[in-house]
């Protein structure tokens, strides 16, 4: 059974940096594709970042592309999102968990507490 513990989220002023960290427990860590994703508040939650088990494979919303990065440890079960240029609208409540590409986010039946990230000034 997949758990996992993200955090790192705070308050950033807009153009400021955030790095979020995910420690993955259970299931196979190792070869699986893992993702972010966030919920913002009023919205659904939605896509954010994904990566291979390897870490050679990448994919990102479009409204984060050249701003985020997405990385793992395998060593340390943990993976991550280090978040450039952040802006008002990246307020949400982080979440990593598999990524499944067949899978929209109301298909996954587990989600942990997530990590709040608010931009302002």
């Known amino acids: 059974q997949l758990h996992v513990v993200e955090s790192g989220g705070g308050l950033v002023q807009p153009g400021g940096s955030l790095r979020l960290s995910c420690l993955v427990s259970?299931?196979?860590?190792?070869?699986?594709?893992l993702g972010w994703f966030r919920q913002a508040p009023g919205k659904e939650r939605e896509f954010v970042a994904a990566?291979?088990?390897?870490?050679?494979?990448?994919d990102y919303a479009d409204s984060v592309k050249g701003r985020f990065t997405i990385s793992r440890d395998n060593a340390k079960n943990t993976v991550y999102l280090q978040m450039n240029s952040l802006k008002p609208e990246d307020t949400a409540v982080y979440y990593c968990?598999?990524?499944?590409?067949?899978?929209?986010?109301?298909?996954?039946?587990?989600w942990g507490q997530g990590t709040h990230v608010t931009v302002s000034s």
């Open positions: 968990n598999n990524y499944y590409t067949s899978y929209g986010v109301h298909d996954y039946d587990y």
């Open positions: 259970g299931g196979t860590f190792s070869t699986a594709t």
């Open positions: 990566i291979s088990w390897s870490g050679k494979q990448t």
